[in-house]
């Protein structure tokens, strides 16, 4: 039996749970309001204050999906209490990160700026050499993270490059001259 799938998930105060017609889940909270189709084939059910998904057999895929589907409503209901955050780090001489209006524009040692628009839902702000992307849906926040660390990925022979706070560059020796 899946240990994940079968913990029932608790609803705090001041969130609202619906369940719709083909696992349609709905979670409104204080922060904002998410809705996702889930897979058809689990049972999500509203008990009191909390939410307990069962799955009809025990074949590999049905396995799979239990644990799956309870993640992710999870991850909806902690996202419209608390949110979800993710901190960048910008490396190297003369790489900067500015912030204008919904622009996050970065200077990495391309020719040009590199701009990006902040998605909808997703909020950044720069705190020195620090990029902090923040919204309610922890799939979005992951996703334009990445996006944002693929301008300049960390190298690993100076560490130059745009990493995750709690990343480690694993470093490289250069190379040595001839004698």
């Known amino acids: 039996m899946s240990r994940i799938g079968r913990m029932p998930i608790a609803i705090p105060a001041g969130v609202t749970v619906t369940i ?19 897979p058809a084939e689990m049972e999500i059910s509203q008990e009191g204050a909390e939410i307990l998904v069962k799955r009809p057999n025990d074949l590999k895929k049905m396995k799979s999906l239990h644990g799956l589907t309870r993640t992710l409503i999870n991850n909806m209901v902690i996202g419209v209490t608390n949110g979800y955050t993710k901190t960048l780090e910008v490396n190297g ?4 990160a500015a912030k204008q209006g919904k622009k996050l524009v970065l200077n990495l040692g391309y020719s040009h700026p590199v701009e990006m628009e902040d998605p ?22 992951g996703q334009y993270a990445a996006e944002i660390r693929s301008t300049r990925a ?6 130059k490059g745009i990493k995750y706070d709690y ?6 020796v250069g190379k040595t001259g001839k004698k």
Do not use: Q
């Open 154 to 159: 960390p190298e690993p022979y100076k560490g």
């Open 93 to 96: 001489v003369g790489y900067r």
């Open 120 to 141: 909808e839902g997703l909020s950044t702000t720069v705190e020195g050499d620090k990029i902090i992307v923040s919204g309610i849906d922890k799939e979005k926040v």
């Open 20 to 38: 719709a017609e083909n696992n349609k889940v709905t979670v409104k909270g204080p922060k904002g309001e998410l809705e996702r189709v889930l």
């Open 167 to 172: 990343e480690v560059i694993r470093r490289k």
